[in-house]
T-cell receptor, first 115, second 112 residues
Framework: DAMVIQNPRYQVTQFGKPVTLSCSQTLNHNVMYWYQQKSSQAPKLLFHYYDKDFNNEADTPDNFQSRRPNTSFCFLDIRSPGLGDAAMYLC??????????????FGPGTRLLVL | GENVEQHPSTLSVQEGDSAVIKCTYS??????FPWYKQELGKRPQLIID?????GEKKDQRIAVTLNKTAKHFSLHITETQPEDSAVYFCAASTGANSKLTFGKGITLSVRP
């Protein structure tokens, strides 16, 4: 059931060294999300795409950016990771708009460690 | 914006007993309420959801009830098993903006 795939599953980076996390989906869903989840906390939405339309949360730091080159792929770029950015990063997809298509499907996550 | 609260933060039950987890929400326009189960180090997995046009939904040992007037919804797990031990998140959405607002999560422990 690996329909939302995230790579890598574990990423170690150095303080300030840019890092890119990848998400791909075989579901042909229109909407893709990036969440940050820290230990013992709920997932926190960073941004989402509806097709090519990018939607940034107001409190998402400028250090975080995203790209969606096509329907299947979405990338999370962290330009200058700080120690506080160590977390699990979850990608999720959703079929599209309309109340019968609201279910979000999560990928396995990428655990980021910043040294 | 929407605010979802989840209480308590931990719940411990004896195997075979029932567990009830309650969430409240603030936005009366919310119309979609999923429940996710997350085991340690794994992804959140949808276990059940309910839409505002129904008051109750059941799937085997799991049920969800919705009270729109009081703006709360609850997860009911019957005949709990040790494998039910996990963190459970409730969430709410208006559907229109495609965003979920999560509660803080509750850690359920089922004692064998």
């Amino acid at each position: 059931d690996a329909m939302v795939i995230q790579n890598p599953r574990y990423q170690v980076t150095q303080f300030g060294k840019p890092v890119t996390l990848s998400c791909s989906q075989t579901l042909n869903h229109n909407v893709m999300y990036w969440y940050q989840q820290k230990s013992s906390q709920a997932p926190k939405l960073l941004f989402h795409y509806y097709d090519k339309d990018f939607n940034n949360e107001a409190d998402t730091p400028d250090n975080f950016q995203s790209r969606r080159p096509n329907t299947s792929f979405c990338f999370l770029d962290i330009r200058s990771p700080g120690l506080g950015d160590a977390a699990m990063y979850l990608c999720a997809t959703r079929p599209g708009q309309g109340w019968v298509q609201e279910t979000q499907y999560f990928g396995p996550g990428t655990r980021l460690l910043v040294l | 914006g929407e605010n979802v609260e989840q209480h308590p933060s931990t719940l411990s039950v004896q195997e075979g007993d029932s567990a009830v987890i309650k969430c409240t929400y603030s936005d009366s326009a919310s119309n979609y309420f999923p429940w996710y189960k997350q085991e340690l180090g794994k992804r959140p997995q949808l276990i059940i959801d309910i839409r505002s046009n129904v008051g109750e939904k059941k799937d085997q040992r799991i049920a969800v009830t919705l009270n729109k007037t009081a703006k709360h919804f609850s997860l009911h797990i019957t005949e709990t098993q040790p494998e039910d031990s996990a963190v459970y998140f409730c969430a709410a959405s208006t559907g229109a903006n495609s965003k979920l607002t999560f509660g803080k999560g509750i850690t359920l422990s089922v004692r064998p």
